[in-house]
C-alpha cells in the first residue's frame, strides 16, 4: 500500500479522497488549517466507517470459524498547516517529520472570494493566489525528493474556472489558470513522476455554499456534483496503471 499527503482533508472533496484511500489501505498524512478538524477526521477514517472490517467464515457444521479482514485499515496522522503563510511550510513539514518516500500528493484545498475587478483589492488577490497557487507550488517543491524516491503521482484539484473565467471571478480564475500552467510545467520537468489535474464543476461543498451566499442566490446541494463522485474519478487516476497517466479530467455536474 502507498503512503499519500492530502490537503485541505477536513472537507469536501479532500475528505472525500482521503476516505476512499484509507478503505484501500494506504497510509494518510491530512493536512489542514485547523487541528480539532484533522483531528476527527484522522478519528474517523482510523476507527469510523473508512476502519477495517472482519468477516466470519462460518464451518460446514455453522460453527463459527476463521475471521477474515475484508478491507485493510490505513493509518491516518495530521498535520497542520497554514496555507496563506506559504513561507512557513517547509518549517512546519520539516517538524512534522514526513517519510522518505511518498507515492502522492493531492492538492485538495482551495478557497475563494468573488468580487469584480473594480472591487477587490490586493489582499483578496493575494490570499486566493497564497492559497490555491502559490503554496501547492511551495508543498511540491519541498516534497520532490520524497516523491521522486516512489515515482509517485502529484494530482492538483482545479476548477472549471481554471479554463474559462467569468465576471466576478478574476482573481480566483487566475489562481486555478496558475495551478494548470504550475501542473503542466511539474509534467515536463519531472518525466518519472505521474501528475493529473481535475476540474471539477460546481460541486456540493461548503465552498459552494459561500459562492452563492456571495452571488445571493439560494444553494441547493442536489443540483451539483456529490464531493464522492469527484473524488473516485480522482482515486481512479491514481490507480491507472503504471503505463499510463491520466493527465486532465474534467468532472461537471449533469
Known sequence: MGMY????????????????????????ILAGRSPDRLAAVSRQISTGVHGATQLIVRERNGEPGAVRTTSPRGTARAVALDLTEPR???AALAE?????????????AGMVDLGAVAEQ?????????????VSAAE????????????????????????LTAKAKWSAY???????????????????????????PGRTATEMQRKVHAQE????????FTDPATVARVLVNALETPKDAVVSDVTVRPR
Open 139 to 162: 508543498l511540491t517543491r519541498i516534497l520532490l525528493p520524497a516523491l521522486r524516491a516512489a515515482e509517485g503521482h502529484v494530482v492538483f484539484v482545479n476548477s472549471t474556472s481554471g
Open 121 to 133: 483589492d490586493a489582499d483578496h488577490w493575494i490570499d486566493q493566489l497564497m492559497v490555491n497557487l
Open 88 to 90: 512557513r511550510l517547509e
Open 5 to 28: 499527503l492530502i490537503t485541505g482533508a477536513t472537507g469536501g472533496i479532500g475528505a472525500a479522497v482521503a476516505g476512499l484511500l484509507a478503505e484501500r489501505g494506504h497510509d494518510l
Open 216 to 223: 445571493g442566490r439560494p444553494y441547493e446541494a442536489a443540483k
Open 173 to 199: 480564475a487566475a489562481s486555478k489558470f496558475g495551478l494548470r500552467a504550475l501542473a503542466d510545467s511539474l509534467r515536463a520537468e519531472e518525466p518519472a513522476l505521474r501528475v493529473t489535474t481535475v476540474y
Open 96 to 108: 512534522a517529520g514526513l517519510p522518505q518516500r511518498l507515492d502522492g500528493v493531492v492538492h485538495s
